[in-house]
């Protein structure tokens, strides 16, 4: 039973670095802002595509942390009562639906809509298309940004649910979460955390 908790420990961990995608999301959109024009060239298409190709593998990478966590909840012989009793474990569940919720609207609603003004374009973007997909972007930049805050939120939450820390160690690493979260959706971090 041991190695079977291990395996799955593992397994959810490594699913939570996975999920890590919406940082280099930014990072991706940060950097093509400093090609600037022109819209619908060869790089924008090439790093678009590599943006809405990830969905797919964010919604695997989801279902597989969820299922992993509550193998893990049930292996310990703990019910779904425990995400009631247990704060942390409770509110990583309920952030993981969220940011689900999150990507399912941009796979659903945005991207969709940022590809279809790209077919309507063709070859020749007229200008009046810019401002639209340029809009369309940043709602998409910051739901990424918003989806990197709980992402690394829900990380920390997980050290945290069998130990918690202190109230104020939580509230300044989230602080600390929140700060980092915005250097990423203002720049492309060329040193990493500092």
């Not at 400093?34 to 060869?42: Q, W």
């Not at 298409?45 to 597989?64: G, M």
């Not at 739901?143 to 690394?152: G, I, N, P, Q």
Request: hydrophobic share 55%.
């Amino acid at each position: 039973m041991d190695t079977l908790l291990s395996i799955l420990k593992v397994i959810h961990i490594v699913n939570a670095i996975l999920m890590a995608w919406p940082f280099y999301a930014l990072v991706i959109v940060n950097q093509r802002v400093r090609l600037g024009p022109p819209l619908g060239d060869r790089a924008d298409t090439y790093l678009e595509n590599i943006i809405k190709n990830r969905t797919i593998p964010c919604f695997v990478f989801q279902a597989t942390a969820l299922v992993s966590g509550l193998a893990l909840m049930f292996l310990r012989g703990q019910g779904l009562g425990t995400l009631l009793t247990n704060p942390a474990l409770g509110l990583k569940f309920l952030l993981l639906v969220f940011i689900a919720a999150l990507l399912s609207f941009v796979h659903l609603s945005l991207q969709p809509q940022i590809d279809a003004l790209f077919a309507q374009a063709g070859n020749s973007l007229p200008a009046d298309f810019a401002p639209r997909i340029g809009a369309l972007r940043l709602r998409r930049k910051r739901m990424a940004s918003t989806c990197l805050f709980v992402v690394l939120t829900s990380a920390m939450l997980g050290v945290q649910v069998w130990a918690p820390f202190p109230l104020w160690l939580t509230a300044a690493l989230i602080a600390a979460i929140a700060v980092f979260t915005w250097r990423a959706y203002k720049s492309v971090t060329p040193y990493g955390w500092a």
